[in-house]
């Protein structure tokens, strides 16, 4: 690591200053990056912070970083690789709620971080609009959370229909789930971006992580007040 | 008129046969129309059937035709003009939900053709998902019509909602009103026709008409049935 | 099942309630879920109803469920694994209608799922518009229907010719069925929705399943009368 | 005029060979010029030729041209001004249908163009889809031309139930008539690149001027055979 | 007001419960209403509540509201009319960061929203990414909010480079602010919706409302911790 | 066969009376057919007309059709698989150009059709505008033909500089050639509609077998006058 | 100002230090500004630095610019305010191509800021690829510049055509004439993105300023050398 | 060769004469050609002009021509098979920025493409705008090159900042690196295209050789003036 707060190991520059920044080191995005690359950041990552996260791996791809760092483990629904040595306890709550059975896979990914940044997590899986009795069952959940983060692809409604029941910043993530018109997910986009409830915003489609992301900086708020910035 | 049941008026082809086949006249459709034409066929319309409607009327060509034709009337909330002649009873019944005041345009288009043919209708307005348990206090009036119509712009979440609350066909109407990534109605039409609920068939943005057409066949079924073909 | 209606099976929530509701069982969407998921899913949606429906199966999803309820049956074409002991006669009469032979798969789906709910079906195959008089020639099969389901690609303008030659609900059902422009069937989606003959509305690309919902919930409608809802 | 066959007035670069090489002068397209560079290049054009034709002329344009050039004359419902001293017969037949009376503009902007080019022209209005038997009455018109223009918005599907019908060239105009889902004619345009029926090639949306030229130049080849090239 | 929290008064049905629950009434979207139903409604949720805020209002609405509420304000530049006589100091500090001066009235319906409800704001307008120095100049005051709306149109870019200068959530408001392949917004909406940084969640373009509405119940959290909810 | 002029064969409703009306069968698209289907349809149609074509053939398809009908041959660059045993005589001209060496596959469909069909073709490939000079240099070829397809992908600027060359009609065929913004070919295919030139109609992209119907029905005007419709 | 190199006046913050990085001062973007902020900024830049401009300036704009800077002069087809104290030489040479008339207005947006940062322009307009010979007579202009810029609309092919003419780097300005599937310059623009010619690269639909900025670096480059950085 | 420049091979037309015109022979794009005709011209080139290049070239490609020229080399992160016997010193600078790691094979394609043609490259991979400070510690690197190659996915935001920074040419090269909303790079493209820096122009998504190509002619521009067009 140079006196930058970054590591430049020729083909990426490592951003080893964000866990004294945000208490969690760099979170390796796995897509679109080898397996020796990403196995290699992962390694790095580790010995410099105790802890590292790649999201977005393909089991070929765990193989490998976990042949380099067999501490980590694979949690092949949510497809992320993960070595976590940082002790802390969970706080505060963060409600995952998905549309159906289809949308776990993202609300896993973004679980899983949440609790590797340390937000305790209630999952609230298949209560879509399609039959709200299964939502409104379960108010109590919704409202002693303090962010909400609503999965959903197909028509997308679930996040609308939630912020219209609760006074919660409520987190929208689309996933590609459906087919023909939905259009990998732009049409469960565009339905939250339009939604008519108030506390509503939206992350990229199937962007568990991101959703996580903005949670749990959201939570922290809740917990420790704005000292937690 | 020939002997092929519609007349060619030289710019039109007039199908004055479809008030034998179907118990109501033609409709016209003015946008795009000249005041003239538009009148000119209206006229014709209702000297051959005792009844003509004419829809997306602008205030201009409702005085065009109303100078032909006093005996019409202009309902500019809805912007039909109409004249109506037939007399019949009001049968069976649809129910018209919109998400928002802003939606009631499209509804009094299709509230005013669906009495037109004869189909007796119950409005249910500003019952949109942002404030579900004004749509939950009218379930009543939901589960005793034959059909519903469910209009909404936005993210368009009102016809899974309703269709996953009732067994009654649920025609979707979307409409344009929103505002930047709702692309002109498109995200609502995107959420209807990706609906996760059974039962919703959906018409084009803004098209109380054509919701009205096919919500009055079904009702026809209901009270008459198949004998109403 | 809780007292609530519908089982919580931790992935999934299934509404046992529903066959009271609509006289037959949940459907399985089945695309998107995991083999071992949809075969859970549909044992005990059978154990509970004495019918059950899996949709978008795959060959190596239909041998899970099959495994699972040996007394299940795969009908490829329509990729739908169907259990059925409820024992109902087929009634009223519903018309399937496909521009060409391409277009069959998604026909089948809506046919099988007509049947096994207990409409009888009609099939006319093959009578797209660049052949009109294959249609011409069937116009008894179409006038004795109470509704018309019609399936086409490419441009999608066979509901818009049924519509203007009979006075009963068409339902579209545009199919991915085409390339280059046809854009993954939004082309005949497009052509569907600016129908310029009355009485048609639409559904999702490719949706046999849910054009045959609306579909049964009208015929009933035309052989019960209002009392079907 | 350079012996390079065109004529170079600063704004523009008039091409006056083309009338040597096709028998009929360059044609201005109207829109997006102001109404003094429209009225300069139309009487540079007549001076050079015996003849000139504006498309897309707004009043205030064809104003402009006809103090400068009176002989002109403004047609208005095609936006056409156009001054003629070429004397030719009409040749040949090419027959323009059109889906509705609001198509017309875009139908007359082509029989303009058309005559003024030497071909004759069969008009054949307000045939569209939705009451096919107007179309099919007229068979006799249809089979007797060298080409059919198909004219027509909303879902565009008029142009493949002519090709079904007839061996002969068919030019598909879609139109911008419609609303909502139409996307400003996009959805008649995609419906008729996606033809079923064979012998269809299709221009840009109302460009009734683009498939009057291919239509002239393909009843010239069946006239004149290839000598007319 | 009925015994379930909303008053119906034919068009509309006021959700007047809202200001119990949320310690502020609902918000009137005036895009889309008739100058006569928007007045009508701010007068009745005045009446009940003590505030009222009617949003994207026109000059003409603002005045048909004033004339029926003569205590309320016009602002024009955030288009919105007020009239607010809760009394509560401003509490924490929500950033509002713009990308240039075309920014500001999307800008400044965030802000007047944020202080009507009760949060504090700090403006920083002007600091696009084209002078990325602007912006480091005002580290402080990004890292002193709990909460940062960044407002930006054409390629979106400024939430980004905030989030990734910040551990504190970023509400992305892309703006129609550009021209030709800016889609209306579109581009920068999808470029925040893409960020390659960390924290960032993303509202309907030009909706300076929808950012307000999750900033102040993020900052209320921050402030007064779970409790706020 | 039926009297009607078609033969029902439960999948299929073969038009076996096209021959009749057109001199050359209906030829099968083979994309989205069961090899199973295809081969079928290829048997009845050969041998109730001495000549049978299936476009879109895998190599798959066209071994199953081989199996059933080993006369047949297989075009592999053009995926034609193509018995022939009516005799006629090549006339006209029709010239094929393409843009790249990526667009024969494209060209040679529309080559095959062409010959099957009784025109004569010639080639020019590889001529595209980043090297204008090889397209000048054969202006002989395209002056002596009766009409010219035009093959492009990319930004699909091949027609347009054609038909500003020639008199002669000029069907513009897109290809899916190209990455990136060419989306699929939808960039060629809107470049060749805007085509400034006169004399432009367009096909759906990678259309080889539209471009031949289209280019030999106006080839045979040009030989045979208007006898030939 | 401040020693940070740019003033802020509240609503802007001015960027004067960009006339000594540059030899040029900021440029004003009017669109979407209050002519009173356009006006106030222009001043200030004015006296900052002896020179200012303002594109995309209504009739409207100009005339609160040049009331509050009398100096100022208002170059109508450009949209251009401009004032202009700094005497420099023109220097080198960039050709601004045009395909159509239509196109002058964007061509001359980017001539008189070429000109303003002292930049030699030679115009070359109207030679559009429908008429290659137009452009192919003025070879030896496109060779002796250091730069092209290369505006067209429509499908956009000229730049196209140019860079397989000439070794000299094209900057492509997609323009927003034409209508129907130009979609308001997008079919020009992809047409340019996906040029099958090397050495071009693209800007947004009508943007001459962008060009000329980017042509001006390059010409600079030309002139001076490295030394011009 | 004949004597016009080009070698007529069937399949396609050598422009031999490029290496005259512009020092450097054509480069053979593989995308979409088969290996043998890639190998074919691959090696009539080489022969005719001491070097060759094959961009998008798979392994199985590389390995046909290298089997056909042993000389070659393939490079596989750039996916380019290179034959370079023509010697020169690499004059001037470009610079190559990327966003991220996954953008290293576009920008590798244009190194090896800049490199091929005589540039000096210089690498500054990994300085994304998520963590803006690892840009700005290169500034000497951007400012002492004389055209920077900036490439980037998710929202492109890359550009904008370095060209805010420097006054040189910024050549922008979206990648499709990314998912969901970014469609296929498309996010990127347009966040480019509307860049609120000035000095930007942009290339087709993953167009590193178009990049190079740009960025050479600028570069020899800068080395030795207008003499290197």
Same mark, same amino acid.
């Given at each position: 690591?140079?006196?930058?707060?970054?590591?430049?190991?020729? !083909?990426?520059?490592?951003?080893?200053?964000?866990?004294?920044?945000? *208490?969690?080191?760099?979170?390796?995005?796995?897509?679109?990056?080898?397996?020796?690359?990403?196995?290699?950041? !992962?390694?790095?990552?580790?010995?410099?912070?105790?802890?590292?996260?790649?999201?977005?791996?393909?089991?070929?791809?765990?193989?490998?970083? =976990?042949?380099?760092? /067999?501490?980590?483990?694979?949690?092949?629904?949510?497809? =992320?690789?993960?070595?976590?040595?940082?002790?802390?306890?969970?706080?505060?709550?963060?409600?995952?709620?998905? *549309?159906?059975? &289809?949308?776990?896979?993202?609300?896993?990914?973004? %679980?899983?971080?949440?609790?590797? !940044?340390? &937000?305790?997590?209630?999952?609230?899986?298949?209560?879509?609009?399609?039959?709200?009795?299964?939502?409104?069952? $379960?108010?109590?959940?919704?409202?002693?959370?303090?962010?909400?983060?609503?999965?959903?692809?197909?028509?997308?409604?679930? /996040?609308?229909?939630? %912020?219209?029941?609760?006074?919660? /910043?409520? =987190?929208?993530?689309?996933? &590609?789930? *459906?087919?023909? %018109?939905?259009?990998?997910? =732009?049409?469960?986009?565009?339905?939250?971006? $339009? &939604?008519?409830?108030?506390?509503?915003?939206?992350?990229?489609?199937?962007?568990? !992580?991101?959703?996580?992301?903005?949670?749990?900086?959201?939570?922290?708020?809740?917990?420790?007040?704005? *000292?937690?910035?």
């Amino acid at each position: 690591m140079n006196n930058k707060g970054y590591e430049d190991i020729g !083909f990426a520059k490592i951003d080893h200053d964000r866990q004294k920044r945000q *208490g969690y080191p760099e979170v390796i995005f796995g897509a679109g990056k080898t397996c020796e690359h990403a196995a290699a950041i !992962f390694k790095r990552i580790k010995e410099n912070g105790n802890a590292a996260v790649c999201t977005r791996a393909s089991k070929e791809m765990a193989e490998a970083i =976990i042949s380099l760092v /067999p501490e980590a483990e694979y949690i092949e629904i949510a497809k =992320i690789v993960i070595y976590n040595d940082i002790k802390k306890g969970l706080e505060g709550q963060v409600c995952i709620a998905t *549309g159906g059975t &289809s949308d776990i896979p993202v609300a896993e990914e973004a %679980a899983v971080i949440l609790e590797a !940044f340390g &937000s305790k997590v209630i999952r609230l899986y298949d209560v879509g609009v399609a039959g709200i009795h299964r939502l409104m069952d $379960n108010m109590d959940i919704l409202r002693s959370s303090n962010c909400i983060i609503a999965v959903a692809g197909m028509e997308g409604a679930l /996040p609308s229909v939630i %912020a219209g029941l609760v006074s919660i /910043p409520v =987190i929208a993530v689309p996933t &590609s789930v *459906g087919y023909g %018109a939905n259009l990998g997910g =732009i049409a469960a986009l565009l339905g939250m971006l $339009n &939604s008519c409830a108030s506390g509503v915003s939206v992350v990229n489609i199937d962007n568990g !992580f991101g959703a996580a992301n903005q949670a749990h900086l959201i939570n922290m708020l809740a917990v420790k007040g704005s *000292g937690s910035r």
